[in-house]
């Protein structure tokens, strides 16, 4: 039943104008949020059976819990992004806070993953000249989207989130996600499709080599 859908949905997006590209296109998934437990772990399961990469841009509090989980994201070869140390809107904090939000991040992943992240995202993509100067000394660089799936909300059906991704993606486009369940629901559906189409899904470092 899975596959007849999947078919389906193959079929109705090549009327909407999805053609099979010829050539490879490189697309990276980003997904926030995270890391989220027994979804996280149902996210790398999909990811590895279609041989995909992405990044996921992480909160420090949920990750420092879950230490295990992280450094079996970067043993996947996938990649781990600044998403703040506990995911409030940078711009109304004092610039401590700041410094603290974006800082403690970075020395977690240091200090317990051996690994430094060179991407971040703000919360709620809001940022001011103060963020950017901290992104900046702690040499990161800012990642938005291209391609919004639109999924933070609960309670979404994955149907909307194919709706909202249902259109032709251009070579190194960035797509942001959210680990939530109805997206993980909705990426199984389109990451066959998109394979299909020849598209390629790296990490964000992999797109701007």
């Known amino acids: 039943m899975k596959q007849i859908l999947i078919s389906l949905f193959a079929f109705i997006f090549s009327l909407l104008g999805w053609s099979q590209s010829s050539s490879h296109q490189r697309v990276a998934i980003t997904l926030d949020d995270g890391p989220s437990g027994v979804l996280t772990e149902q996210f790398l399961a999909l990811f590895a059976q ?7 841009f992480q909160i420090g509090q949920k990750s420092v819990e879950q230490t295990g989980l992280c450094k079996q994201i970067l043993e ?3 990649e781990i992004g600044n998403h703040s140390w506990s995911h409030q809107r940078l ?11 974006i800082e403690a991040f970075q020395s977690f992943c240091i200090d317990s993953l051996a690994y430094r992240p060179v991407f971040f995202r703000a919360p709620f993509l809001k940022q001011n000249a103060y963020i950017d100067s901290v992104i900046k000394n702690n040499q990161l660089a800012t990642v938005k989207a291209d391609i919004y799936a639109r999924d933070a909300m609960a309670h979404l059906s994955h149907e909307v ?3 909202n991704l249902n259109k032709s993606i251009p070579d190194g486009s960035v ?4 680990e939530r369940q109805h997206t993980l629901e909705a990426l199984k559906m389109l990451i066959p499709i998109w394979k299909e189409q020849n598209y390629e899904f790296v990490t964000i470092k992999k797109i701007i080599e």
């Open 50 to 56: 279609y041989d995909v990469k992405v990044t996921f």
């Open 161 to 163: 989130i194919i709706e």
């Open 175 to 178: 797509i942001l996600c959210h």
């Open 91 to 101: 711009t109304e904090l004092d610039r401590s806070s700041v410094r603290r939000e």
């Open 76 to 78: 996947q070869g996938h």
